[in-house]
């Protein structure tokens, strides 16, 4: 019985994930390109309200160290 309710379970978040993944693209970053750095890995665990900032950016990537692990920069803006 256990089981049977497991298994359901577990074909039932399955589903779930395969409907709301369904229209995401996988985007390929390279050197060069503009991201914006989720806030919740460095400060934002730290500082805690409803107006924390969710992103902080724009950075550059500078060079890739692994699969989905970056070394950024912030770009330097030139003034017209």
Same mark, same amino acid.
């Given at each position: /019985?256990?089981?049977? =309710?497991?298994?359901?379970?577990? $074909?039932?978040?399955?589903? $779930?994930?395969? #409907?709301?993944?369904? !229209? =995401? !693209?996988? @985007? ?6 503009? =991201?914006?750095?989720? /806030?919740?890995? *460095?400060? !934002? ?5 409803? #107006? *924390? ?6 950075? /550059? ?8 692990? #970056?070394?950024? *920069? @912030? ?6």
């Amino acid at each position: /019985m256990r089981a049977d =309710v497991y298994l359901s379970e577990t $074909i039932t978040w399955i589903r $779930i994930t395969q #409907f709301s993944n369904h !229209k =995401v !693209k996988e @985007r390929l970053l390279k050197k060069g390109d503009m =991201v914006l750095r989720n /806030m919740e890995a *460095t400060i !934002k665990g730290e500082i805690q309200g409803k #107006f *924390t900032l969710n992103w902080d950016g724009p950075y /550059m990537i500078m060079e890739e160290m692994g699969p989905r692990t #970056f070394r950024l *920069t @912030r770009p330097k803006y030139q003034e017209p």
